[in-house]
């Protein structure tokens, strides 16, 4: 009998997102040769989240080039699909994953890329019909559908989803109102800047706001919502209602089999738990972030891609990929927004450009450090932020405020 | 169906069948070919999808949008026949299109 080395190791991947469909591509990319099972809850291929909150929701988007792979390319490459799968446990002694089939699927090596799911807002009525979340194509489906002309869209919460789905549902000729608890949207990813300008942005494109508001109860008539009731007894009165309130890490398969988990499942640079045979990637990790010298769980793309690198490249004994810089984007509007980095420990903002012309960026320094930087409609200062975080060396505060130093200046 | 030829930094070449209405990085990230990251699927937001268009297609391919010039002014290593493929439609036009990869993408 032979060994199994890693370059024909049967690999099982519990999770059919970005995440997981990359590492599924990368494994193949960097030759991996032995047996690819890809398991995901959802009846469709590996797709692209970003889109369903923007162009999917206009209709600018088909489910073709949504998708990360074509069909085809699955089968061409030997990776066995098994979509609607949910895995029930996993057995690290045996190393086997159970579905909820039944159906028991062994591994040399396990990925676990159960993403996260959206978070749900325990008040009376949230099972309505009308009451929808937004993280998934069907989800997606269900939203793009109760909207159109006239239409009320209510969002319970002023994060990047909800913000996206308003300025989604304003382009179809939707009325919105966005409920938040917090005195101002983006509270809590966002510096208070940004979450001013895009208030005013929205404000102008028609969305109205509700800020420090509590939602007490989703009311109904027939079994379908017809209206917010807020803490303060008002009710804004709505056809759907969409809750955007975050997500939270699907991590309970890997707790249940005994790994580390904090807020997501703990890994290491290689993407690997304390178990070797075990890898976890995507939303669902709690991450080091080398730059920042901590632990972190991060919900974007270029994590997930990240990660998946990282992973196939630790199975496959290659060199890691070089840390990248988190960074983030959202399309509002005309807007283009870029974040690089994230503020950890910042003690002071610098504003460059001009926030009234929604061209500027926000820099946000620890001593001079730069640590993160937040562009609207700024590429430039984007890229080279993007670059100079990953530096770590001193920045000028009175250059970068300077629109006459050009960010190139700035960056070397 | 339009072929494009990608050609690796390493020199190896990927010659594909693309589906006009897609775009030159799409076409990349739908045939698993190396080297073209495309991090944000085509928003103009990253720059991990830069190609070295062949100087024989620089007119069929389009001029760059202000956008795309300055997230091009911060990649690596770029050319004149810099593009960021995620801003090049494919069509009949582009059949026989040859693009070449940067060494790396970050």
């Known amino acids: 009998m032979s060994a199994v080395t890693n370059q024909n190791a049967c690999v099982v991947i519990v999770g059919a997102g970005h995440a997981g469909g990359s590492a599924a591509a990368f494994l193949r990319q960097y030759g991996h040769e032995g047996r690819i099972v890809l398991i995901g809850d959802e009846p469709l291929l590996p797709y692209q989240r970003p889109p369903l909150s923007k162009a999917w929701l206009k209709g600018e988007a088909d489910a073709d080039s949504l998708s990360l792979k074509p069909a085809e390319w699955y089968a061409e490459n030997n990776v066995m699909l098994r979509l609607e799968g949910v895995a029930g446990r996993i057995n690290r002694s045996a190393k086997t994953v159970t579905l909820a089939s039944g159906e028991v699927i062994p591994y040399d090596i396990l990925i676990l890329a159960t993403g996260a799911r959206a978070r749900e807002l325990p008040?009376?009525?949230?099972?309505?019909?009308?009451?929808?979340?937004?993280?998934?194509?069907?989800?997606?489906?269900?939203?793009?559908?109760?909207?159109?002309?006239?239409?009320?869209?209510?969002?319970?919460?002023?994060?990047?989803?909800?913000?996206?789905?308003?300025?989604?549902?304003?382009?179809?000729?939707?009325?919105?109102?966005?409920?938040?608890?917090?005195?101002?949207?983006?509270?809590?990813?966002?510096?208070?800047?940004?979450?001013?300008?895009?208030?005013?942005?929205?404000?102008?494109?028609?969305?109205?706001?509700?800020?420090?508001?509590?939602?007490?109860?989703?009311?109904?008539?027939?079994?379908?919502?017809?209206?917010?009731?807020?803490?303060?007894?008002?009710?804004?009165?709505?056809?759907?209602?969409?809750?955007?309130?975050?997500?939270?890490?699907?991590?309970?398969?890997?707790?249940?089999?005994?790994?580390?988990?904090?807020?997501g499942v703990v890994v290491d640079l290689e993407a690997r738990t304390a178990d070797p045979s075990i890898f976890a990637i995507g939303d669902v990790t709690h991450r080091p972030l080398p730059l920042y010298e901590r632990q972190f769980r991060l919900e974007s793309v270029p994590n997930a891609l990240e990660q998946a690198k990282q992973a196939a490249s630790a199975i496959l004994g290659r060199p890691g990929p070089t840390p990248e810089v988190p960074w983030f984007w959202s399309d509002q509007y005309d807007l283009k927004l870029q974040i690089a980095g994230l503020p950890f420990e910042a003690d002071r903002q610098v504003v460059r450009g001009d926030v009234a012309a929604a061209k500027f960026a926000v820099f946000h320094l620890k001593g001079n450090l730069l640590q993160a930087v937040e562009a609207v409609n700024a590429p430039p200062e984007f890229m080279a932020g993007k670059q100079l975080i990953a530096k770590r060396t001193p920045v000028s505060a009175e250059k970068l405020a300077d629109p006459s130093v050009s960010m190139k200046e700035v960056a070397t | 169906m339009a072929k494009i030829t990608y050609i690796e930094h390493d020199g190896t070449e990927h010659a594909l069948d693309i589906k006009p209405g897609l775009t030159v990085m799409e076409g990349a990230v739908k045939n698993n070919v190396p080297g073209i990251d495309a991090d944000c699927g085509g928003a103009c937001a990253c720059a991990t999808c830069h190609v070295y268009v062949d100087e024989a297609w620089l007119d069929k391919t389009g001029d760059k949008s202000a956008m795309e010039e300055s997230m091009l002014d911060f990649a690596e290593n770029v050319e004149p026949n810099s593009r960021l493929s995620c801003q090049i439609k494919v069509s009949d036009a582009l059949d026989g299109l040859i693009v070449r990869l940067p060494e790396s993408q970050h």
């Open chain 1, 123 to 263: 008040i009376p009525g949230s099972d309505l019909a009308g009451v929808l979340a937004l993280r998934t194509a069907a989800d997606a489906e269900l939203l793009k559908h109760a909207l159109g002309p006239g239409k009320r869209l209510a969002v319970i919460g002023g994060g990047y989803v909800g913000l996206e789905a308003a300025a989604s549902a304003r382009a179809l000729g939707s009325h919105a109102t966005v409920i938040e608890r917090e005195s101002r949207v983006l509270a809590r990813v966002a510096c208070e800047t940004l979450s001013l300008f895009f208030q005013d942005y929205h404000g102008r494109h028609g969305v109205a706001f509700e800020l420090n508001a509590g939602v007490a109860v989703f009311e109904g008539v027939n079994g379908h919502v017809t209206g917010v009731r807020l803490s303060d007894g008002r009710v804004i009165a709505c056809d759907v209602v969409l809750v955007g309130v975050g997500a939270v890490p699907n991590d309970e398969l890997a707790k249940d089999a005994g790994l580390d988990t904090a807020n």
